[in-house]
């Protein structure tokens, strides 16, 4: 049986991760998607009452009046939800990345289940979080994804928020409108670095950095898994 310090991320991907707040783990959760999907599918399809982001949200956005009012289902506290999800909590793949990150004694936070319909424009994730410490979000796709079908963009580095990047590209992209105009180009064409990814890999990114998606298509799955830094 293999324990977390198995899984340990190598010095490499450990660098890559603080130089650019972003990681891609290939394939990690290969072996396990059919019945995290399964599990997936199950606890939307059991949801009585589904939430919907208010669709005002101007974070999200669809141009097709079909899904204007359910741009994004969120399932909080998903991995809970289900006894087929809540084993990944513990599990020595995801343990052994987080600890590689954040060190020991990080806590978990929260998980959360989504369906899009729609982009979304960028963003951190630090609105609610305990900025004084390290965040990670790890993200689950349930489809293959690439830039013109819903993958992740990231703005890389701009988690590094004591230099003049970062902070400058939160500023300017915090009111999406605004920011087509200071530049005078498309929000998604902003320079970017997009993780395409096919069902099994696992990505991990700093609450800090800035990200948005474009071009899923309606029904796009993602699962997110957070951790914090002791402290
Ligand atoms: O559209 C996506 O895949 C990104 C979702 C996201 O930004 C988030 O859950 O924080």
Redesign the pocket.
């Known amino acids: 049986m293999n324990s977390a310090a198995d899984f340990a991320l190598t010095e490499q991907q450990v660098r890559f991760f603080e130089s650019f707040g972003f990681l891609k783990v290939p394939g990690l959760f290969r072996a396990d998607v059919a019945r995290i999907e399964r599990a997936f599918d199950a606890v939307f399809a059991a949801e009585e009452t589904p939430f919907y982001l208010p669709p005002d949200n101007e974070f999200h956005h669809t141009d097709d009046p079909r899904y204007a009012e359910q741009l994004r289902q969120i399932v909080p506290g998903f991995l809970d939800k289900s006894p087929e999800l809540s084993w990944l909590k513990d599990d020595p793949r995801l343990l052994g990345a987080v600890r590689s990150l954040l060190g020991e004694g990080f806590t978990y936070s929260e998980s ?1 289940g ?1 369906l ?1 319909n729609c ?2 424009y960028w ?1 951190t ?1 630090l609105y609610g979080a305990d900025a004084s410490k390290e965040n990670v ?1 790890l ?1 689950f ?1 349930l489809d293959p ?1 690439g830039a013109d079908s ?3 963009r990231v703005l890389p580095g701009t988690h590094h928020h004591k230099g003049s990047y970062g902070p400058r590209m939160r500023s300017d992209l915090y009111t999406p409108g605004k920011a087509t105009d200071l530049y005078d180009i498309a929000l998604e064409d902003f320079p970017s670095y997009t993780i395409d990814v096919i069902p099994g890999d696992l990505v991990i990114m700093n609450f800090r950095v800035i ?3 474009w071009h ?1 298509a309606p029904g ?1 799955k ?1 699962f ?1 898994v957070n951790y914090t830094q002791a402290g």
Request: proline share 0%.
């Open positions: 959360d989504n899009f982009d979304v963003h994730d979000k993200f796709y994804l819903g993958a992740l990200h948005g998606s899923g796009r993602l997110t």
